[in-house]
């Protein structure tokens, strides 16, 4: 009997990942699943022929983010599904998390030609389709001048851009990122405030991140698992149907959590910051999808 094989898509850059995910290829071993890396946009791989097709280091996405969505549409067995990926990669699914009753960072659109009323305070400029913290900025209450040049940039590229305000717990706790294998909790890390002037990797593609795993509160738990039933409910899935979610939460200004990001396109998952049960978990679901 053949083994079954699953394809995790990487991008040029990063064709094997970033290196988080080398525990999972044993684990899938062991459960008799083959493992091999292929750049998502790639014309030599037939990715119809893989059992499952994993987004897992496509973070060249935003740069022509229109030839992904076809892409994922155009293969059979992807996950998380295309419909998930059109969805997620434009930021203003928080503005849908925030009309379904999930307490979301505030959060503005500010649309091409739009002008925007700048919240006070320290303030955070990001494109609406971007990852890795690629092209967002954050500017104090002196600084409405750099700000507004920095939209004006990202509009000048036809970008619509998010204006939130910054959350200074950030700069204390970080954030933590709540992550879910097939839609139940596994494991939790924290990630260090990234916008005081560090640059993107020698490949462009994300800020580096200092990340440490923590076991959140329940408070930041019951947000996380709120945020994504509600994610699940505005995309008309159950939460088994999502193999793998990263919640990130923070503590606003307020003292209530607040969901800042819900990655259920292409998020690092950080098991290199988890026990190897993580990892197991992680294969295990993979399994499950093939099923």
Not at 32 to 56: Q, S
Not at 105 to 116: H, K, R, S, Y
Not at 216 to 240: M, Q, S
Not at 279 to 291: G, I
């Given at each position: ?6 394809l995790?898509a ?18 899938l071993a062991k459960?008799?699943?083959t493992?091999?890396w292929a ?18 280091a496509t973070?060249?996405?935003s740069?022509r ?10 293969v059979?067995r992807l ?6 990926a059109r ?8 503005l849908?998390l ?5 307490p979301?960072v505030?959060?503005a659109?500010?649309a ?9 305070g320290?303030v ?5 389709v971007?990852a890795?913290s ?7 209450p002196?600084e409405r001048?750099?700000a507004a040049?920095h939209?004006?940039?990202?509009h ?10 910054y959350?200074?717990?950030v700069?204390?706790?970080g954030?933590t990122a709540?992550v879910?294998?097939?839609g139940r909790y596994?494991h939790a890390f924290t ?6 002037g560090?640059?993107p990797d020698s490949?462009?593609?994300f800020?580096p991140e200092?990340?440490?795993g923590?076991e959140p509160?329940?408070?930041?738990r019951a ?6 039933d509600?994610?699940a409910?505005?995309?008309r899935l159950?939460?088994?149907d999502?193999l793998y979610a990263r ?7 307020d003292?209530v959590p ?11 998952l950080?098991?290199a ?7 197991l978990r992680f294969a295990?679901a993979v399994r499950a999808?093939l099923d």
């Amino acid at each position: 009997m053949t083994a079954p094989l699953v394809l995790f898509a990487g991008c040029r850059d990063l064709p094997e990942g970033s290196g988080d995910e080398a525990p999972v290829g044993p684990e899938l071993a062991k459960l008799g699943v083959t493992l091999r890396w292929a750049v998502w946009d790639d014309p030599a791989v037939d990715f119809a022929a893989a059992d499952l097709v994993v987004l897992r280091a496509t973070w060249d996405y935003s740069r022509r983010r229109d030839a992904f969505l076809d892409w994922c549409e155009s293969v059979p067995r992807l996950r998380n599904p295309a419909s998930v990926a059109r969805w997620n990669t434009d930021k203003r699914y928080l503005l849908d998390l925030a009309a379904a009753g999930v307490p979301v960072v505030p959060t503005a659109l500010v649309a091409v030609g739009e002008t925007p009323h700048w919240p006070p305070g320290e303030v955070v400029v990001k494109p609406a389709v971007g990852a890795g913290s690629r092209g967002a900025g954050r500017f104090g209450p002196r600084e409405r001048d750099r700000a507004a040049a920095h939209l004006a940039a990202l509009h000048g590229q036809g970008r619509d851009a998010l204006v939130q305000p910054y959350q200074a717990d950030v700069d204390e706790r970080g954030e933590t990122a709540l992550v879910f294998l097939g839609g139940r909790y596994s494991h939790a890390f924290t990630k260090a405030a990234m916008l005081a002037g560090t640059g993107p990797d020698s490949a462009g593609l994300f800020v580096p991140e200092k990340l440490a795993g923590t076991e959140p509160g329940a408070a930041y738990r019951a947000l996380a698992e709120d945020a994504l039933d509600a994610a699940a409910g505005l995309l008309r899935l159950a939460r088994t149907d999502l193999l793998y979610a990263r919640v990130d939460v923070v503590t606003g200004d307020d003292g209530v959590p607040a969901v800042l990001e819900l990655e259920v396109t292409e998020p690092r998952l950080g098991f290199a910051q988890a026990t190897g049960a993580a990892a197991l978990r992680f294969a295990e679901a993979v399994r499950a999808q093939l099923d």
